[in-house]
């Protein structure tokens, strides 16, 4: 799996964990990285850890620049919810990063072929948003499970504060407290969710057998309101990893007026998200090398890629 890497101006000082239940051996797991000495922090686990530290007991932590400290569930115990929360001696002027995932994960659990690592660094509580679009996979169906008519995937939705309420498709889906989370799996078409206080949506690659193509990967999504309008994209030459897409999310100010590479985007590629019309989605597919996108609207995006 890959992860984007945030610059220091962009980390903070409160988070919530986004990972998925690992294997016995290859468990759920997280990683605090300090960049300031002094750096306390009380930690929340949302399951039992393997150094014995109880689901629902807070305990607190001091770090000094570059200092890491690894966090992985007991068994096959899941960290997602997990919080990791600067005190207040060490105060906003402390941040620090946290990245999580696991050694190997089944996505979903059921699905044992074939289990894979998970890796994805996480966005601190004061980015997270209340609205977003998730979008199918675009790569094709291996032909050795051809009885799986079209790419699925996993999402899962995880609240930030207590009584929230998230809407999916434009119908009252679920409530949610502070650090739980809700996942469906083996979906097909687009959606997109919102909810009346801040959430993160993370969506999950399937293991091939129940996604038709791909290992388990994970990717947390932007919030529609942190769109760019214009990105560098670099696709790294290859002879293992041969195929290569971006999901778009934009508005339909962008028909006609999106770019890549200096090219207009066909109007025709893109569709409704979901039942939400406000919102329009593409899948392209990317050759080896540089490429630029650009639309005046802003858009979002994910960028993945498959192989043997």
Known sequence: DATRILPEPLLGTKYIAASYRGLADNGSELLIVATQNGTEMQIVPSTTTSAGNSAGVPFTLQLDRGECYRIEASGTNDLTGTQITATAASGKCRPFAVFAGAGCANIPVNCFQACDHLYEQMVDLEKWGTN?????????????????????????????????????????????????????????????????????????????????????????????????????????????????????????????????????????????????????????????????????????????????
């Open 132 to 308: 977003y679009v998730v979008t199918p996979f675009g790569f094709a169906i291996s032909p050795d499970y051809s009885s799986i008519p079209e790419p699925r995937y996993t999402y899962r939705i995880i609240a930030a504060l207590d009584g929230t309420s998230i809407t999916i498709d434009n119908v009252n889906a679920v409530a949610l407290q502070a650090g739980e989370f809700i996942e469906y799996a083996g979906e097909t078409v687009a959606h997109c969710i919102f909810a009346n206080q801040p959430i993160a949506v993370v969506q999950y690659m399937q293991g091939i057998s129940c996604g038709g193509n791909g290992d388990p990967a994970m990717a947390v999504l932007n919030p529609l309101n942190h769109e760019v309008d214009f990105a560098v994209i670099h696709v790294d030459e290859s002879t293992v990893l041969n195929a290569h897409f971006v999901n778009l999310v934009v508005t339909p100010e962008a028909l006609g007026a999106c770019w890549l590479d200096g090219s207009i985007v066909p109007a025709g590629l893109f569709s409704v998200a979901g039942t939400c019309s406000d919102y329009l989605t593409c899948t392209i597919e990317l050759t080896p090398g540089d490429h630029t996108l650009e639309c005046p609207s802003g858009f979002s995006g994910i960028l993945y890629g498959i192989a043997d």
